[in-house]
């Protein structure tokens, strides 16, 4: 509609995943790189995760994209599926029709496959795309699947994609093997605000663009503002706002047309209307979110306000940079500090190779199954953990004894 008026050849902001279009950050570079070492190694799993519109798939695209015809690539990308229905498509990339196929039939017709690719020296990459929704029987599949049959390690490579909740999953105890077989994780994060302003000038470059400028170097901030950096999010809101400005037949792109397209999408700054928690930073203590906590913890320092931080189902970071889920800003808190793995009613704390550590009554350690009450220190910062159960217990029986009084 608009690439006349700006002399493109291209729609730089579609939506659909480009590989033409990838924007290489340094993060994105990192993460292809994992993905390419799926060919070298085939004795694991590569997993990436990352928020929604974070460019998982535009880099897959690009890996896939790249692959001669000596390695043979099945795309999986429903994956609300049981493990037979999971067999059934995967067979059926492989052109075969399998639907009346038994689990039984349908593990051997894949072996003696791979089987057959191997004898002519082909590789196969399985990529599974929103891997986050796989139910664990259809993970354990897939687990077994990269083991089973002789010399499939040097045949089959697996990439599993999804949202961050993909590594909750595979943190779970009655999934360890498969985690222990995951050979690399890496985790997209949203655009800084310099990536931000790099990742619209490449793809109007890209598109068509050349050295001209289309965007006016202050509509970058409020871009970064609006979308949090998330890809998918900035091509949304230049798109709308390059539509803004076709409507006012002006060749360029100016705040009034960023805000214009803001307003269009009714949208707030990014910053509110996501759940990333800043969480020493409020003056008011935290109520919970929505869902039913597990436990919290209480996290106190000499200098600032206590505050409450529920614990549920999952996994949760902690560190000192925002893109954590308990963000503790200071200077003895490594950038990724610590997780707490919660299945069921269990919490286990662990170091993630902090440099200041985690101290339980004057002694460093590095992984614990957390109880009611246990205290623990990060940097300056004491955590004390509480369990829900208790802590509703504790109260009703306070409540009966004020009765009984």
Not at 257 to 276: F, G, P
Not at 308 to 323: A, N, Y
Request: proline share 3%; hydrophobic share 40%; glycine share 6%.
């Amino acid at each position: 509609m608009y690439l006349s008026l700006f002399q493109l050849q291209e729609h730089p902001f579609r939506l659909s995943p480009d590989p033409n279009f990838l924007f290489l950050s340094k993060q994105h570079a990192r993460a292809l790189a994992y993905v390419e070492s799926t060919l070298w190694f085939t004795d694991g799993f590569v997993v990436i995760t990352g928020e929604i519109g974070c460019g998982k798939t535009t880099l897959i695209e690009k890996f896939v994209s790249e692959l001669d015809d000596s390695v043979t690539i099945a795309r999986m990308s429903q994956t609300q599926v049981t493990a037979v229905q999971f067999l059934q498509g995967l067979l059926s990339q492989f052109g075969y029709r399998p639907f009346k196929m038994g689990k039984a039939e349908l593990i051997d017709t894949i072996d003696r496959h791979l089987e057959d690719l191997l004898s002519k020296n082909h590789k196969v990459l399985i990529v599974i795309d929103e891997a986050q929704n796989l139910d664990r029987s259809v993970l354990e599949e897939i687990r077994l699947l990269s083991g089973v049959g002789g010399g499939r390690e040097k045949v089959l490579s697996i990439i599993l994609a999804g949202q961050p909740e993909l590594n909750e999953t595979l943190d779970a105890p009655d999934l360890e093997q498969l985690a222990q077989r995951t050979r690399l994780r890496y985790h997209l994060r949203p655009l800084s605000d310099e990536e931000t302003s790099e990742y619209i000038t490449h793809r109007l470059a890209v598109a068509g663009a050349g050295d001209r400028e289309i965007f006016e170097p202050a509509t970058f901030e409020l871009v970064y503002k609006y979308s949090g950096g998330v890809p998918r999010l900035i091509n949304t809101l230049c798109d709308t706002a390059m539509l803004s400005a076709f409507a006012e037949n002006q060749d360029h792109i100016g705040e009034d047309q960023i805000l214009a397209a803001v307003d269009e999408l009714q949208w707030s700054d990014y910053k509110s209307r996501t759940n990333r928690l800043s969480v020493l930073r409020p003056r008011k203590k935290r109520s919970f979110i929505e869902g039913a906590p597990i436990a919290k913890l209480m996290v106190a320092h000499p200098n600032e306000e206590s505050v409450e931080f529920p614990i549920i189902q999952g996994r949760l970071i902690l560190g000192r940079t925002e893109d954590n889920d308990l963000q503790i800003d200071s200077k003895f808190v490594s950038r990724h500090h610590a997780q707490i793995l919660t299945y069921n009613k269990d919490s286990i704390l662990q170091d993630l190779n902090s440099t200041n550590g985690i101290y339980m009554q004057g002694k460093r350690v590095k992984k614990r199954r957390l109880r009611d009450g246990d205290l623990f220190l990060i940097g300056e910062h004491e955590l004390l953990y509480v369990r829900e159960s208790e802590a509703v217990a504790a109260g009703e029986t306070e409540a009966e004894n004020a009765g009984a009084e």
